[in-house]
């Protein structure tokens, strides 16, 4: 199994609607990220969270929230999505803070 | 704040062929390094990483980069290419220090053909 899982794998919705990405690992580490790729643009960091009871805004955190439910999981939520929220996302890990370990990615779709 | 630029978005190269994909980056303090390498369809995998020591690291499928200060750059080369070498490369940066988050540059395109 996999270390790093998200769900959805795959996503498509309307304008206004509540989304929400999941993502568990079962590496026992401590922190965790989301990021969104974009074509030309790399990853951007959204939110991490260095604990159960750490959340840090990221580089491009507006229109975005984050829930760390226990050390093994983090969701990340759009409110109300917008077509700029279609993007590839991604959940990560690591303990220090050096490697981070990805997961297979959610791509989004916002109509 | 640390950056990273990545100054080619895509590198193509034919197989068997040597490759440099060039990494600079921005900092006011002492750095970590990283390479991630993404194949199509999948999440990013550590490729190699600088923490400390030795300025050349090597990864296990023949990649290998130097950590130059005095440029600070982190440039990645591989003297002999193949074509499941075709993928997007980030590298990607860190402050020295337990509380720093990744910035990553925004990859470079290596596209091998026959």
């Known amino acids: 199994d996999a270390d790093v899982t998200q769900t959805p794998r795959n996503r498509i919705t309307k304008t206004g609607k509540r989304i929400m990405l999941e993502c568990s690992q079962t590496?026992?580490?401590?922190?965790m990220y989301w990021y969104r790729q974009d074509p030309g643009l790399g990853l951007r960091l959204i939110y991490y969270?260095?604990?159960?009871?750490?959340?840090n805004k990221g580089e491009i955190s507006d229109g975005y929230s984050v829930s760390r439910q226990a050390q093994a999981k983090f969701s990340l939520s759009l409110e109300s999505a917008i077509p700029n929220q279609t993007a590839l996302y991604f959940c990560?890990?690591?303990?220090?803070?050096?490697?981070?370990?990805f997961g297979p990615g959610t791509r989004l779709t916002v109509l | 704040a640390q950056s990273v630029t990545q100054l080619d978005s895509q590198v193509p190269v034919f197989e068997e062929a040597p490759v440099e994909l060039r990494c600079n980056y921005s900092?006011?303090?002492?750095?970590?390094l990283f390479w991630y390498v993404q194949y199509p369809n999948q999440g990013l995998q550590l490729l190699l990483k600088?923490?400390?020591?030795?300025?050349l690291v090597e990864s296990i499928n023949g990649f290998e980069a130097e950590f130059n200060k005095s440029q600070t750059s982190f440039h990645l080369r591989k003297p002999s290419v193949h074509i499941s070498d075709t993928a997007e490369y980030f590298c990607?940066?860190?402050?020295?220090?337990?509380?720093?988050?990744?910035?990553f540059g925004k990859g470079t395109m290596l596209l091998v053909s026959p």
């Open positions: 990560a890990t690591s303990d220090l803070g050096y490697e981070q370990f």
């Open positions: 590496k026992g580490h401590d922190r």
């Open positions: 969270s260095f604990d159960v009871k750490d959340i």
């Open positions: 900092s006011s303090v002492s750095v970590y």
């Open positions: 600088y923490l400390s020591g030795s300025t």
């Open positions: 990607a940066v860190s402050l020295n220090s337990g509380y720093s988050t990744l910035t």
